[in-house]
């Protein structure tokens, strides 16, 4: 199984993105958890929103209100549309995905977003 995130850029301040998380070798039903994390250099990787197996969104409150976390079973793609982008958003941000049938979790390479102010 593998995860291929993409998306990430340069943009302004207030701006928006989106990044896609496509999935292969595995079906991103509604039974995975799938996340997005980001990460700055000498930080940890921190849960920016994730999608239960129920179909209920969770997001970081740094992000309530902008962020919008969505899985298209049907590209076999999760998505994370980002609008009025911050500077404080710069980051590499992860996808993950949590399977099930022994597969366990699955992590994309990260993808860098870079908000300008």
């Known amino acids: 199984v593998q995860l291929q995130a993409s998306g990430g850029g340069l943009v302004q301040a207030g701006e928006s993105l989106t990044l896609s998380c496509a999935a292969s070798?595995?079906?991103?039903?509604?039974?995975?958890?799938m996340g997005w994390y980001r990460q700055t250099p000498g930080n940890h990787r921190e849960l920016v929103a994730s999608?239960?197996?129920?179909?209920?969104?969770n997001y970081a409150d740094s992000v309530k209100g902008r962020f919008t976390i969505a899985r298209d079973v049907a590209k076999n793609t999760m998505m994370l549309h980002m609008n009025m982008l911050k500077p404080e958003d710069t980051s590499v941000y992860y996808c993950n995905g949590d399977f099930r049938g022994g597969i366990g979790v699955v992590w994309g390479q990260g993808t860098l977003v870079t908000v300008s102010s």
């Open positions: 999608i239960g197996r129920g179909g209920a969104p």
């Open positions: 070798g595995a079906s991103i039903f509604s039974d995975v958890t």
